[in-house]
Every structure is written in C-alpha cells, then in structure tokens.
C-alpha cells in the first residue's frame, strides 16, 4: 500500500466517523497531511499476539496432552501450540 493510499484510508475513515465532514473538507486535508509527513515512513504497529499471557498459560498447563486435543480445546493453530511449547 502506498503512501497516498494510506492517507486516503485514513481520511475515508475520519469521514464514515464524523459524517458532517464533507469529501471536499477531507480532500483539503490531503495536502495538509503531505505537508507534515512528506518524506517521512509510515509505520503502523502490528496488532496485539493472538495469545495473551493467560490463555498462554492455560495452553501450557494442559501442554501434556495430546497436541490434537490442545489445538482444538484452545483454538490455537499448530504453528502457535510447537512455538509454545518451545519457549516451555
């Protein structure tokens, strides 16, 4: 995803949260946002782990089952439940 498009997500999002913003006002704000990021990177942080520390700790306790069984009881995929249980 480019720059610009970036940009533009952000702005259609504004709008679809503040309807009394017009599409003329958001387009006004595009060069505006240019002006204070041009040449800079973008960086959006990635989304929290899919396990948090508790539902961690829950796999892990139950680690001694069968692997089939932990997958389904916590709905974890395989990838997650061997990196568990290689960090054990």
Known sequence: MR????????LVEVMKQHPSYTEDQARALLP???RALG???????KEPPAVREAEREAVLRDIDLPPAEVLQRH??????YYRLLKKR
């Open 75 to 80: 709905g974890i995929s395989r990838r997650t």
């Open 3 to 10: 720059g610009d498009d970036i940009l533009t997500f952000v």
């Open 32 to 34: 505006q946002l240019h």
């Open 39 to 45: 040449g800079e990177k973008y960086y959006i942080p």
